[in-house]
């Protein structure tokens, strides 16, 4: 199976390999991502001011690319997920929006939202299937007791992400459990790290880290795996001292294409 592909500035930049991994697990799988030509930069966060248009435009691209490509786009960052997903919403439920769009890029083909968005996660639960992924496991993480860490971008606003229930979300769970790792629940795994604003108020941002993972840590877990690379880079900057790591790095490792997810 072929899917359009969009990598996000983080992962073509500073997080090469959490590419590559993702990459290399969906060969793996039987999924193979398909790099979207000349993507831009998504943005990093949903602009919902209703008469901004120019930040949305990377997006909408992408999700036109996809459509003539008559294949889903799947996103590894949660940050670009939630932009792509919310422009796609509101094409299909704004019809000023979509008209403002739709003129601005003066294409003879108007986009109308036909794209189906997933975040690689989905990708995993409903195209793979976990099942089937546990099948491709060769180097099971087992016994290693591992913290989901959701944060705030995967889940909200749930009306439209819907990728789980936003207060008890399961998806990060049944991916550990797939992988051949013990799940472990804590209060603090949909909260917000600080990363947005660490640079404006860095003590409140390592505040907010810290509490994150010493909840993880009570509960009883040796590691953290997110699926946003500034929540990565927030937790371990701000002192983290069990190993948090990006998912793909864990699926690498359990696939058998990367020897150890403590790097």
């Known amino acids: 199976m072929r899917v359009s592909y969009f990598p996000g500035c983080t992962l073509k930049n500073k997080a090469r390999d959490l590419d590559e991994y993702a990459r290399k697990s969906a060969e793996v799988l039987g999924i193979t991502l398909e790099e979207i030509p000349d993507w831009q930069c998504c943005g990093g966060v949903f602009t919902t001011a209703k008469n901004e248009v120019a930040t949305k435009l990377s997006s909408v691209r992408a999700l036109k690319y996809a459509a003539a490509k008559e294949q889903p786009l799947v996103s590894v960052c949660s940050a670009c997920h939630n932009v792509i997903k919310q422009t796609n919403h509101a094409i299909k439920t704004d019809a000023d929006f979509a008209k403002k769009v739709n003129n601005y890029m003066a294409e003879e083909t108007p986009y109308a939202g036909e794209t189906q968005v997933y975040h690689y996660l989905e990708m995993l639960r409903d195209l793979v299937g976990f099942d089937a992924l546990k099948e491709k496991v060769v180097n ?105 790591v990006y998912f793909t790095q864990a699926l690498a490792e359990a696939l058998g294409v990367k020897e150890d997810t403590n790097e």
């Open 140 to 244: 099971a993480l087992s016994g290693k007791k591992i913290a989901a860490y959701y944060g705030c971008l995967l889940l909200r606003p749930n009306s439209v992400m819907q990728m789980d229930d936003p207060e008890n979300p399961q998806i990060m769970e049944n991916f550990i459990k797939a992988i051949g790792a013990t799940p472990v629940v804590y209060a603090m795994r949909n909260e917000c790290c600080g990363g947005y604003i660490s640079m404006e108020s860095p003590d409140l941002a390592s505040k907010k880290s810290n509490a994150v993972v010493e909840n993880a840590k009570a509960a009883g877990a040796e590691m953290i795996i997110t699926a946003c690379p500034l929540c990565k880079y927030n937790l371990i900057k701000n002192g983290a001292d069990i190993p948090v």
